[in-house]
């Protein structure tokens, strides 16, 4: 055996040969240890019986659409070609960070193994998660994943400060969205975001202290929205219906304008826009203003 060969299969460390061992115990079959080509980090490929493995709870709602589309694609071929992450999460027990959609495609076809990567760092669920790229995200998706995934960090690492989790969230205005999509799953996050994204930023606080001030957040952007939705009633109750018409309120009622090197504060800025929508005057706005703002 050549020795680089060696190195990449070779004997792996303590902690990989007792998850080997473990995933035995539990019905599957490993069938190679490596070392992955980049950071030289051990992993299994190995079968598990599916029904031991579980999307992670943070992650996203499975999509129907999406779910058929790559069983259609699997059946077709005729084969399963695309193995999942997987990390153990206890006895008998296995979490996929980003094969959830795999996953249940195998289920409907009534598959009792599935392939995968098994990565021994549990730890690195959370990152995958935050690349998973098996299916794209829309911000509703992606803000209640976030959102999940910061109550599943608070749990395990609750003293780890909120700013250092910029890999796993991206955007700090996902875990306040992922709130008001929880609460109100036809939430307009579309509508805020251009604020939002400006004004929230990641908080210099332990991620249990930051739930604290998230919540408050989360309850002023609440607020705005319930004048939202006042504001755009008035407009529909004058026939004033269009599809872009709470960005067309939130547009005309930013506190932000051009503001460029100095922005106000979280809480400024959504009081600022929360007066700005209590004394929004729909009386002389037209269809025709909608309209051509939509096409701006």
Same mark, same amino acid.
């Not at 998850?19 to 240890?33: I, N, P």
């Not at 030289?40 to 999307?55: G, I, N, R, Y």
């Not at 700090?172 to 604020?195: D, H, Q, W």
């Given at each position: 055996?050549?020795?680089?060969?060696?190195? =990449?299969? +070779?004997?792996?460390?303590?902690?990989?040969?007792?998850?080997?061992?473990?995933?035995?115990?539990?019905?599957?079959?490993?069938?190679?240890?490596?070392?992955?080509? =980049?950071?030289?980090?051990?992993?299994?490929?190995? *079968?598990?019986?599916?029904?031991? $493995?579980?999307?992670?709870?943070?992650?996203?709602?499975?999509?129907?659409?999406? $779910? !058929?589309?790559?069983?259609?694609?699997?059946?077709?071929?005729?084969?399963?070609? #695309?193995?999942?992450?997987?990390?153990?999460?206890?006895?008998?027990?296995?979490?996929?960070?980003?094969?959830?959609?795999?996953?249940?495609?195998?289920?409907?076809?009534?598959?009792?193994?599935?392939?995968?990567?098994?990565?021994?760092?549990?730890? $690195?669920?959370?990152?995958?998660?935050?690349?998973?790229?098996?299916?794209?995200?829309? *911000?509703?998706?992606?803000?209640? !994943?976030? =959102?999940?995934?910061?109550?599943?960090?608070?749990?395990?690492?609750?003293?780890?400060?909120?700013?250092?989790?910029?890999?796993?969230?991206? !955007?700090?205005?996902?875990?306040?969205?992922?709130?008001?999509?929880?609460?109100?799953?036809?939430?307009? +996050?579309?509508?805020?975001?251009?604020?939002?994204?400006?004004?929230?930023?990641?908080?210099?606080?332990?991620?249990?202290?930051?739930?604290?001030?998230?919540?408050?957040?989360?309850?002023?952007?609440?607020?705005?929205?319930? *004048?939202?939705?006042?504001?755009?009633? !008035?407009?529909?109750?004058?026939?004033?219906?269009?599809?872009?018409?709470?960005?067309?309120?939130?547009?005309?009622?930013?506190?932000? +304008?051009?503001?460029?090197?100095?922005?106000?504060?979280?809480?400024?800025?959504?009081?600022?826009?929360?007066?700005?929508?209590?004394?929004? #005057?729909?009386?002389?706005?037209?269809?025709?203003?909608?309209?051509?703002?939509? *096409?701006?």
């Amino acid at each position: 055996m050549s020795q680089e060969r060696w190195k =990449i299969i +070779g004997d792996p460390p303590r902690k990989v040969a007792d998850l080997a061992q473990e995933v035995e115990e539990d019905g599957g079959t490993v069938l190679c240890s490596y070392r992955e080509p =980049i950071g030289d980090a051990w992993h299994l490929f190995a *079968l598990l019986p599916l029904d031991q $493995v579980k999307p992670t709870p943070y992650q996203r709602d499975l999509s129907r659409a999406h $779910v !058929e589309k790559l069983k259609k694609a699997i059946s077709k071929l005729d084969r399963f070609v #695309d193995p999942l992450v997987a990390v153990r999460a206890g006895r008998g027990e296995y979490w996929t960070p980003n094969g959830n959609h795999r996953r249940a495609v195998l289920a409907k076809l009534k598959a009792k193994f599935v392939p995968v990567i098994l990565i021994p760092d549990s730890e $690195v669920a959370f990152k995958i998660l935050a690349l998973n790229t098996e299916k794209a995200h829309n *911000l509703k998706e992606k803000s209640l !994943e976030v =959102i999940r995934m910061y109550r599943g960090l608070m749990e395990e690492q609750g003293s780890r400060q909120e700013i250092n989790t910029t890999f796993e969230f991206e !955007e700090a205005y996902y875990i306040t969205l992922g709130l008001l999509y929880e609460k109100r799953p036809r939430f307009a +996050g579309g509508a805020f975001s251009p604020v939002l994204r400006r004004v929230d930023g990641f908080l210099k606080q332990t991620l249990r202290k930051g739930y604290d001030v998230r919540l408050e957040r989360a309850a002023l952007v609440e607020e705005a929205d319930d *004048l939202l939705a006042e504001r755009v009633a !008035e407009l529909k109750k004058r026939r004033v219906r269009h599809p872009y018409v709470k960005n067309f309120v939130m547009a005309r009622c930013n506190p932000l +304008g051009r503001a460029r090197k100095t922005l106000p504060s979280f809480d400024t800025a959504l009081n600022r826009l929360i007066r700005a929508l209590e004394d929004f #005057d729909t009386s002389e706005i037209s269809y025709m203003d909608v309209s051509r703002a939509s *096409l701006a």
